[in-house]
């Protein structure tokens, strides 16, 4: 992570309008939405088929400014289960990029049907006006979708998905949204940022109260949580 950062609001847009973060819908939610800003991330919609088929709702271009809907195949999902499935072990840390892969994973799958996802950038500099592009409501968004959905494909049964939390709410320069697991072991909730990075990297986990205090999860103690190695491999603790 780059140590320079600029201290800003990841919300793009203030707007008075917007949904309530909801469970997974049913195919007939899929119907055209309206497509307009929202202030707090979009309640999961998808649909996941009998085959293994993923029907799913995605947001991008600032708070959710755009929606399209997308399908990833029975293939996608099997590979994304095989690089899961490289972090084996029952560790805490190995447990944690398992979540982080899969994430990963669903990011790229994501761009490789909206090849616009590739012009979003870490946090929101340099990419006002791209097509694209994806601030924390976006990222809470679709991280909070992508985490429902490993969780009913059976590649999350460590944790259970709760809704995304923000802080800092009333700061026009500082509010902050994130998507949130909790532990099964443990009953700590945890964080999963993907505003830090670029879509299809990998995201930043650390205890929801870390984030909450504005701890920064490429700096100790969260450093060795949030590696960003060329091989998948190599985030394992467990071979």
């Not at 847009?13 to 707090?40: I, W």
């Not at 990998?202 to 190695?229: A, C, H, R, Y």
Request: charged residues 20%.
């Amino acid at each position: 992570m780059p140590s320079r950062l600029v201290v800003i609001s990841c919300f793009a847009t203030l707007v008075s309008h917007g949904d309530v973060v909801g469970a997974a819908s049913s195919l007939t939610d899929f119907l055209v939405e309206a497509q307009h800003s929202v202030s707090h991330p979009l309640p999961p919609k998808y649909v996941i088929a009998p085959n293994g088929t993923v029907k799913l709702r995605i947001c991008f271009n600032w708070s959710c400014s755009r929606r399209e809907i997308m399908t990833f195949t029975p293939d996608d999902m099997a590979r994304l289960k095989r690089s899961i499935a490289t972090c084996s072990g029952k560790s805490l840390h190995d447990r944690l990029q398992r979540v982080r892969i899969g994430i990963q994973q669903m990011e790229l799958l994501a761009q490789k049907y909206q090849p616009l996802l590739g012009n979003d950038l870490a946090i929101n500099d340099f990419e006002t006006g791209l097509d694209g592009r994806m601030d924390c409501v976006d990222n809470s968004s679709n991280t909070t979708t992508y985490l429902s959905i490993l969780r009913d494909i059976g590649e999350l049964n460590e944790w259970t998905v709760s809704t995304p939390r923000v802080r800092n709410r009333l700061s026009l320069t500082a509010v902050h949204w994130t998507a949130v697991i909790i532990d099964k072991e443990s009953g700590i909730p945890w964080s999963v940022d993907s505003w830090y990075r670029p879509n299809g990297h990998l995201p930043m986990v650390m205890p929801l109260q870390s984030w909450i205090e504005e701890k920064k999860g490429w700096e100790p103690p969260f450093k060795d949580l949030n590696p960003t190695p060329l091989f998948t491999h190599e985030l394992c603790h467990t071979p």
